[in-house]
């Protein structure tokens, strides 16, 4: 037997939202609409964004009508009486980040965007990394550095687990026998250690970016000539 799930607001926002699906677009009067007794509902759709649901507007998106809104991302079903999943992450902060954000190379661990890089289907935001745990505290995980890992804002999202259809395992098998026994080693590592270790090429890359310009573009001119050369001995 469940318990009926309370009709406020939120709720009901919620709902709406939802029924538009990821990727749904809807004007501000459709809102009001759908839920003609919640005063203010587009200000209680705000209250969703801390529930993992991302709705953008004219605002953040251009190619937006001002009266618009577009369903990114659909957090926690409050309107199917899911609750809002408890934040266990311990927030990692000061020299410890600051390690693994380094030895990560700022790059999230799980779909490898770098920090302040755009992602690529949802152009205008932006990647921030955080400090994720690989095997998560509530099934015992610690606060170690073998146990940490630099995330984005979206893979770090644990509210995410109940809006993507997870791939099966046969998928990713199938996926995973593709490359070549290079890759298949590289892919091993990283399972093992829950986490990407950047290639030596990522390494080299990583070091270019924090030179300063007129080094940077010495460095690109010097690997260009090798580039050329080399294409000329093939
Ligand atoms: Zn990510």
Request: charged share 30%; aromatic share 4%.
């Given at each position: ?50 529930m993992g649901w991302t ?18 991302e659909?957090g926690t ?80 999202d644990?509210s995410r687990?109940?809006t ?71």
């Open positions: 037997m469940s318990t009926p799930i309370r009709r406020t607001s939120l709720v009901k926002v919620a709902e709406f939202v939802a029924s538009k699906g990821v990727g749904g677009k809807f004007s501000k009067l459709e809102l009001f609409e759908a839920v003609p007794d919640v005063s203010q509902a587009d200000r209680r759709m705000r209250d969703l964004r801390p709705i953008d507007n004219y605002k953040v998106n251009p190619n937006l009508r001002p009266d618009e809104y577009l369903v990114r659909i079903r409050v309107d199917l009486g899911e609750t809002r999943p408890k934040t266990i992450r311990k927030n990692i902060t000061g020299p410890k980040r600051r390690r693994i954000l380094e030895r990560d190379g700022h790059m999230c661990q799980v779909c490898g965007i770098r920090a302040g890089q755009e992602f690529p289907d949802a152009p205008g935001r932006t990647a921030v990394m955080t400090i994720g745990h690989i095997i998560p505290v509530n099934r015992g995980g610690t606060n170690d550095d073998a146990n940490l890992r630099a995330e984005c804002q979206r893979c770090g644990e687990d109940i993507v259809d997870p791939p099966t395992g046969h998928q990713v098998l199938t996926h995973a026998s593709r490359g070549s026994l290079k890759d298949k080693r590289t892919l091993y590592g990283w399972m093992q250690a829950g986490r990407r270790t950047p290639s030596d090429t990522e390494r080299v890359f990583q070091e270019w970016s924090r030179l300063p310009h007129s080094e940077r573009m010495q460095v690109m001119t010097a690997l260009a000539e090798q580039v050329i050369k080399g294409l000329e001995s093939e």
